[in-house]
């Protein structure tokens, strides 16, 4: 890892989404992993400068959920009944061993760092023991990133047995020795009621007991609920059970009832919403507007890449944009900024952090993006938050700073090797799918 140092990132457009608003011509000094001054004109004698003219300087992106060890798998749901997303993550994740989800998460991370997100909650859903749960956290700690990895069970765990909860307990009781120096916590993937399909039903009492024993350990919880129409209910479910709180996440919710946000919003429940892969799979229309409307933190995720492809924020940004104005029929029903907001200081805000990132003032954390405006897509400089939403794309990041640290400068990342960690990725799948007797490049043949 690099030493944090003290710099001054000088004369850039500063988008601070605080209360201080835009700065244009404005710096940011850095001192250790924290913001110690913004503005303009800073006197900082004798300190070394990053310049930034031209450039938007804005914090880094949040992403809040993400399942980091199938980016190994990516864009390899089917598109016939039976290789669909489900059946694949679950057959092929079968096939992994601790190694495998080293390499899919390292290849997010690598994803996430040249696309400017700088923090990244790794909602793991296949920890087939203990190893692979420390795989991931290795791979998060190489990285640089700041991250809370919520520590799940794996593909195709039967539902009528717990999750390894003493494993968790453990991890958590052992915690300094994986936070990476602060920048990395633990929480909990929660199966809550299960799938939609009554097959994937998880009983009361086993529900029950595994959030019961994240409560007891004083972590945050993160559950799937009311994604698609067959899932309807299960917040409601959640409700009556009196299981929502401030320090549970429900992740998508497209097919939430009025009085389900409602419920949400009076728990202080927090949303992560993922349009891309909401869309692909079929679980309708997202909800931004809705959550906004009620009150409720919210933020955005790039969920699988198995779905979307890529951990694209940037166009993820601009989908929830688009897509809310076309449910409105209204240009105007969303703003550009209030979706820069959502992958910035909404994102923190949803995932407990706004003291700390999601916005650049003195004293917090040093989590910063610098966005070069040299590419043509980018090239004439209009509305900066427009530009950010509809225009750039992650090739335009020129520079990443997690804590103080460059993670990636003059458009190249520093802590990892994009070309040895897309080697040893393609190498692990390779091996991934002899496992899982794949024929050729073809993750699983339709079933009848």
């Known amino acids: 890892m690099p030493e944090t140092s003290e710099f001054v990132i000088r004369g850039g457009h500063v988008l601070t989404m605080d209360e201080a608003g835009d ?4 710096d940011v000094h850095v001192r250790g992993d924290r913001i110690h001054a913004v503005g303009q004109a800073l006197a900082a004698q004798g300190v070394p400068e990053v310049g930034a003219r031209g450039m938007i300087v804005l914090p880094g ?6 399942h980091m060890w199938n980016t190994l798998l990516r864009s390899m749901s089917g598109d016939e009944p039976g290789s669909g997303y489900f059946r694949n ?12 989800i080293y390499q899919g998460t390292r290849l997010a991370c690598a994803e996430a760092i040249y696309s400017g997100i700088t923090y990244v909650h790794d909602w793991c859903h296949n920890v087939r023991d203990p190893a692979c749960a420390e795989s991931s956290l290795a791979a998060l700690a190489e990285s640089g990133l700041r991250a809370r990895y919520s520590y799940g069970y794996a593909a195709g765990h039967p539902n009528d047995d717990p999750m390894d909860l003493a494993a968790l307990a453990r991890m958590h009781d052992a915690w300094e020795a994986h936070d990476a120096d602060g920048l990395i916590s633990l929480g909990m993937a929660w199966r809550g009621t299960g799938g939609s399909n009554p097959a994937m039903r998880v009983a009361p009492e086993i529900y029950r007991r595994e959030i019961a024993a994240a409560r007891e350990l004083g972590l945050p919880v993160t559950v799937h609920a009311s994604g698609p129409p067959a899932a309807a209910g299960q917040i409601a479910a959640l409700d009556r059970e009196g299981l929502l709180g401030p320090d549970l996440q429900v992740v998508h919710a497209n097919n939430a009832t009025e009085a389900e946000i409602a419920a949400l919003a009076s728990a202080g429940t927090a949303v992560s919403i993922s349009p891309f892969t909401e869309l692909l799979i079929g679980y309708g229309l997202t909800r931004t507007r809705d959550f906004r409307a009620a009150g409720i ?9 198995m779905l979307s492809g890529n951990a694209d924020m940037f166009a993820t940004m601009k989908l929830t944009l688009a897509v809310e104005n076309g449910i409105a029929h209204d240009e105007f029903a969303l703003t550009a900024r209030q979706v820069l907001a959502l992958a910035t200081i909404d994102g923190a805000r949803s995932m407990g952090l706004e003291a700390d990132i999601g916005s650049l003032r003195p004293g917090k954390r040093a989590d910063i993006i610098l966005v070069s405006p040299a590419a043509p897509n980018v090239a004439v400089f209009t509305d900066p938050a427009r530009m950010l939403v509809t225009a750039a794309q992650p090739a335009n990041v020129d520079t990443v ?8 400068r003059s458009g190249a990342l520093t802590t990892l090797d994009p070309g040895q960690v897309s080697r040893e990725a393609q190498a692990a799948l390779a091996k991934v799918l002899r496992r899982a007797a794949a024929p050729g490049n073809v993750p699983l043949r339709p079933r009848p």
Do not use: M, Q, Y
């Open 61 to 66: 992106f949040v992403d809040t959920h993400w």
């Open 297 to 305: 933190r919210c933020g955005l995720s790039a969920d699988t890449t």
């Open 401 to 408: 700073i997690v804590g103080g640290r460059f993670l990636k």
């Open 89 to 100: 993550s679950v057959e092929l994740g079968r096939a992994f061993l601790s190694e495998d």
């Open 23 to 26: 700065l244009p011509g404005a």
